[in-house]
């Protein structure tokens, strides 16, 4: 059920509502898994997928048959992997061994771990992870060999971060250590992702060999996460931000959270902004040799989720006190945008990029860089998809007069009749607008039609009715030009030659 303060919100923001209503009503996905034909463990590992991650999961569900199964169990391991790397209460003597070997024992029949702490949230998914190792071993021998091959290299990264001192009491220090990082979390999940698409024959064989394509689409959701979730990194004692960055602003991260150095704080915030926005238009780029619309969809909207995240954490000082989101309305639109096409993404990517410009102030030292960042990204967009900004065509001034002259040569005509029937109509008329019983008939009529008009124009607009594109296109001049289009359509399909006979 929904709280008060929810119904409240949405009354307000009434165009979320749309977008949620429309998100329900009008997505089908365009693979469907088959329940019936799946066994036991592998629902069980559809299960643990929902249970660890509400974000991922629901793109994943929707992936192409062929994939569906290797990606969903892809995910899992990685998740398995994570939770030992997370568990504070492993020793490194014991945690370092298991990242380093964790790539092996997905083959390990019957292989499951039970000694994460109590508290320790997907500690059910290592001990029950049989079940996992169970389905990964149907999988494909060459799906096997990458997602095995990406666990080791991401095992050993997370193995050498555990034994490094310096990063576990001070963090991250330079832009490179933190590129690094977020190399081995996020970028090697888009070089295997990556992989996989191009190994299942639905994704441009050429993104394979663009790995600075692949890092950047890990690389700008792993970033943008950091920056959002830096006052819940630094309540559980973990600093990702590079000691490069915010020791320009302070002289200990701490003091990022102090009330009166909140515009300090913007500044430093401004500048991580900055170093994420460096990967959209590579992003973009990764999008466009994606082939099959389910993988599309699929790194389509976790990236168009992060340009909203990082609009949203831009200059916003609850970052430095609270874990804060986009609402689900905003997610639902953003979901139905980006599961359409490149331009459609390109479009979520223009309107959050401007809006970040326009957040931007000359007060902020990144001011100037972060002004060029966007007109970066807003200028690789164009050279995609160019704006076409249609010229209404004036209407003939000549086609005007004659129509004015038609209709006065009409009312002539018509006052030239007898006019003797309408002499005794017209008292009636009169009797009827004078009427007070009539007037409020009348009035009813028209108040309760027009009532019922705007229920079912609202009505339609939440279930995603464009009224925008239906008024633009009768709007003067575009009837016509339209005709006119029309027309030279259909000559060009006559002069068009026949190349299926030269086949």
């Known amino acids: 059920m929904m709280r008060a303060a929810e119904i409240l919100y949405y009354i307000i923001h009434y165009q979320e509502l749309r977008s949620i209503i429309q998100w329900k009503t009008w ?8 329940k019936e034909k799946e066994s036991p463990s592998l629902s069980i590992c559809f299960k643990f997928l929902v249970q660890t991650s509400r974000s991922f999961s629901a793109v994943i569900l929707e992936l192409h048959p062929e994939l569906l199964v290797p990606v969903a169990l892809f995910y899992l391991i990685l998740r398995g992997l994570d939770t030992i790397e997370d568990d504070m209460t492993l020793s490194l003597e014991q945690k370092v ?17 039970n000694e994460n702490g109590p508290s320790e949230k997907d500690r059910d998914l290592l001990v029950r992870f049989h079940y996992v190792v169970e389905e990964f071993r149907k999988v494909k021998p060459e799906y096997q060999e990458i997602i095995k091959d990406i666990t080791q290299k991401m095992g050993n990264g997370m193995a050498d971060y555990a034994n490094n001192a310096e990063h576990n009491t001070n963090g991250v220090n330079t832009i490179q250590d ?11 999940v888009g070089n295997g992702l990556t992989r996989l698409f191009v190994q299942s024959g639905l994704a441009n064989p050429a993104l394979e060999s663009r790995p600075q394509l692949q890092e950047s689409m890990g690389l700008f959701l792993q970033k943008t996460n950091i920056i959002r979730d830096v006052k819940e990194d630094f309540d559980d004692k973990r600093q990702f931000w590079p000691k490069a960055i915010w020791s320009k602003h302070v002289t200990n991260f701490e003091d990022l959270f102090r009330p009166e150095n909140i515009e300090i704080a913007l500044n430093c915030s401004s500048e991580m902004v900055l170093n994420s926005l460096s990967h959209a238009e590579e992003c973009i780029f990764y999008l466009a040799g994606l082939k099959e619309q389910s993988v599309f969809n699929f790194a389509a909207i976790p990236q168009s989720m992060a340009i909203a995240t990082l609009e949203l954490v831009f200059r916003n000082r609850d970052i430095f006190k609270k874990n804060v ?3 689900k ?12 096409n490149l331009e459609m993404v390109c479009g979520v990517f223009r309107r959050f990029i401007r809006k970040i410009h326009r957040k931007n102030t000359p007060r902020d030292p990144n001011f100037l ?5 966007c007109a970066k990204v807003e200028q690789f967009i164009e050279s995609l998809f160019p704006s076409q900004v249609t010229e209404v065509l004036p209407q003939n001034q000549n086609s005007l007069t004659a129509s004015k002259r038609a209709e006065g040569e009409l009312l002539r005509r018509e006052g030239a009749k007898d006019t003797s029937n309408n002499a005794s109509i017209l008292p009636r008329l009169l009797y009827g607008f004078t009427n007070p ?21 609202f009505v339609a607009y939440l279930f995603g009715a464009r009224f925008d594109i239906a008024l633009n296109d009768l709007a003067p001049g575009r009837i016509l030009q339209a005709a006119q289009e029309g027309r030279q359509g259909r000559q060009s399909v006559k002069q068009t030659p026949d190349y299926t006979r030269e086949l």
């Not at 860089?369 to 960042?373: D, G, K």
């Not at 019983?437 to 124009?457: D, K, Q, R, Y």
């Open 369 to 373: 860089n972060i002004s060029i960042a």
């Open 437 to 457: 019983h009539s007037v409020f008939t009348f009035l009813f009529v028209v108040a309760t039609l027009f009532t019922l008009s705007c229920i079912m124009f």
């Open 97 to 113: 061994p298991l990242l380093r070997n964790f790539h092996k024992v997905t083959t390990e029949e019957g292989w499951s771990f």
């Open 329 to 340: 309305g905003q997610a639902c639109q953003i979901m139905v945008e980006s599961t359409q």
């Open 178 to 188: 933190y590129d690094l990082y977020c190399h081995y979390v996020a970028g090697l």
């Open 325 to 327: 989101k986009i609402t």
């Open 27 to 34: 997505h089908n996905p365009v693979h469907e898994r088959n």
